[in-house]
């Protein structure tokens, strides 16, 4: 083994590393306690623990200040599995230890698959209404859709990312280029009237975005509120401009139609989208108080679960603590609105689930041997050797 | 090899944290029955809906009721849940707390009512027939007011109730003396002159 292998291995198996990675995992932890203040968790999540840096913005440029969750993680987990494979000897006396190291190595794993795979949605029924899609809690996208045909709608949807970059996009299935003017990450919208003498200028040619205006507002990260983005979009054909629309997330601001080579459109900033091959009807959503009194005592909703194939077409009942789990996805009754004619399902997709509760079982078990081990030894050797009386 | 192997494999994990990079996707959906356009303007536009944690409990609006408190009585902050608030303290530093809250209709009825109060003390419910002996009536100033006087919790450290229950229009008001029963018991007499100044408004409190 050269000399610089060996030196690599003993970083990593140092126990010493082990020791500085807990002291920086504290120190992560703490200051992302503190800066849940001003981010809220899900900031905070993604940029403390979901990051292999901490960054800080020095004017424009972002700086590397500490290390972030995944590096630490990441060594955390190398420094375990190497020091398993050259400081363990694997025996039965050290059995104990080898399933406390194993679950933890899972339980490392599980995080970082958690982080990398983890979706959640949110799926939003008015009593009788059919969906076969639900909406992401925070990202957006641009969605074009050609309603042409009186059977289908063809859609391009583009995300939030793109149209903030500014860039020009040319996609294959749309005969224009959309080229993002200008983008507000969470805007307010106001009313405005053209006719009146010194109307606030518009940068929309087209569409609402003559009668409202968008101005840019801070970004929110309450937990919950969520950052309704603005943008002026224009269109632009082969001859030239078609139009510039205002586009908003804000769910109040409704999908605009056009009309371009002899097809119908429309453009709309939405909450993003995932589609699934089955759709969920909303029977009844019930919000049962106790006896007599307006305190709420249950949340449920009635749901009929249908997938085009014919192979599920049966009714649920999701409500707290017992949730839908189908296709890989698991749906929570989160909430409601409406005057309780609306529910509010989350949908999570988790497949590394399973991954912690494995992870613990190990690490239990793992202990208890090892403890076990040390009592046996322990209790045989307090037994007193048999001696002659005297 | 083994050995060097696993080290690797550790790596490679990590090197997984590549950020799961959206694209633009196109796709073909069934047509989407067109919403109805939403409804006025929220107040809370942006926010994701109700969840159970922040379940607001409706309490009672429209006619409401005055009163004048005792000056020793210790006024605190209305709440959500209270229309009024105040705190009594004794010598010893004790406290009886004294609350104010109204809700829509008839909240289950006085048995419910007096048996939920009589819970919070630890005494047994009341059967129905049990309710008229439990209770009183009194009228004052054109309103109706059921109240209870309920002593239970410890042996050592009794608590004890006192309140009147009055319907008012579509809303049920409850005002709640509890507390140590040595000081509830002294501000007895300060609560029914208190029940005395209770009075119909018009205006919404």
């Avoid at chain 1, 050290?94 to 949605?121: A, C, D, N, P, Y």
């Avoid at chain 2, 409804?39 to 922040?54: E, F, I, S, Y």
């Avoid at chain 2, 140590?180 to 009075?199: D, H, K, N, S």
């Amino acid at each position: 083994m050269s000399d610089l292998i060996r030196q690599f291995r003993d970083f990593f198996v140092s126990l010493k590393l082990t020791v500085v990675l807990i002291a920086f995992s504290i120190l992560l932890i703490f200051a992302a306690t503190l800066d849940q203040v001003n981010l809220g968790i899900w900031a905070v999540q993604q940029k403390y623990f979901h990051s292999l840096f901490v960054m800080w913005r020095f004017g424009d440029i972002p700086v590397p200040i500490f290390p972030g969750g995944y590096l630490i993680g990441g060594f955390l987990l190398i420094n375990l599995i190497a020091a398993q494979v050259y400081r363990f000897k694997l025996t039965v006396k050290k059995s104990g230890i080898w399933l406390t190291h194993i679950g933890l190595i899972l339980l490392l794993i599980g995080e970082l698959l958690t982080g990398l795979w983890q979706e959640e949605f949110a799926l939003r029924l008015d009593e009788g209404e059919t969906k076969n899609f639900s909406e992401s809690y925070r990202s957006n996208e641009l969605a074009i859709t050609e309603t042409t045909d009186p059977k289908f709608d063809d859609v391009v949807a583009i995300p939030e990312k793109f149209v903030a970059r500014g860039e020009p996009i040319q996609q294959a299935k749309l005969p224009f280029r959309v080229v993002p003017k200008i983008y507000y990450p969470n805007a307010a919208l106001a009313a405005r009237d053209a006719n009146t003498p010194g109307a606030t200028a518009t940068p929309a040619t087209t569409g609402i975005g003559l009668q409202a205006t968008a101005t840019p507002l801070p970004l929110t990260y309450k937990q919950n509120e969520r950052n309704a983005p603005a943008a002026y979009i224009e269109l632009a054909g082969p001859e030239g401009p078609i139009g510039t629309w205002l586009v908003s997330a804000d769910p109040r601001f409704p999908p605009q139609s056009f009309e371009y080579a002899g097809r119908t459109w429309k453009i709309a900033f939405r909450f993003e989208r995932s589609y699934k091959p089955y759709s969920l009807t909303l029977l009844k959503f019930s919000h049962d108080r106790y006896a007599g009194t307006e305190i709420p005592k249950n949340f449920s909703s009635r749901i009929r679960l249908n997938s085009p194939d014919g192979r599920d077409d049966r009714e649920v009942l999701i409500y707290m603590n017992n949730p839908l789990r189908y296709a890989g996805l698991t749906f929570y009754q989160a909430g409601f609105e409406n005057d309780d004619k609306t529910t509010i399902l989350q949908v999570v997709r988790n497949p590394s689930w399973q991954l912690p509760y494995i992870a613990c079982a190990l690490m239990t078990l793992g202990l208890i041997v090892q403890f076990g081990i040390h009592l046996v030894a322990f209790i045989a050797r307090r037994r007193p050797a048999p001696t002659a009386v005297a | 090899m083994r050995h060097r192997l696993l080290p690797l494999a550790a790596i490679a994990l990590l090197g997984l944290t590549s950020c799961r990079d959206s694209k633009i996707t196109t796709y073909r959906v069934p047509k989407e029955k067109t919403p109805a356009m939403p409804a006025a303007p929220a107040a809370t536009a942006n926010a994701p809906g109700a969840t159970m944690a922040n379940t607001a409990v409706t309490t009672a609006n429209g006619p409401g009721l005055t009163w004048s408190a005792p000056a020793h009585w210790t006024a605190k902050a209305a709440s959500a849940m209270r229309k009024g608030s105040y705190a009594i303290t004794a010598d010893s530093g004790e406290t009886a707390d004294l609350s104010i809250t109204a809700f829509p209709g008839d909240v289950g009825g006085d048995l419910a009512n007096v048996n939920r109060w009589r819970g919070q003390i630890q005494l047994p419910p009341l059967a129905v027939a049990e309710l008229s002996g439990a209770t009183a009536h009194l009228d004052v100033n054109g309103l109706h007011l059921t109240t209870v006087d309920i002593t239970g919790g410890p042996t050592a450290k009794p608590q004890r109730v006192i309140g009147a229950i009055i319907p008012v229009g579509n809303a049920t008001w409850f005002f709640k003396l509890s507390g140590p029963a040595a000081l509830v018991g002294r501000e007895q007499a300060a609560f029914a002159t208190f029940l005395q100044t209770i009075r119909a408004s018009s205006a919404t409190p």
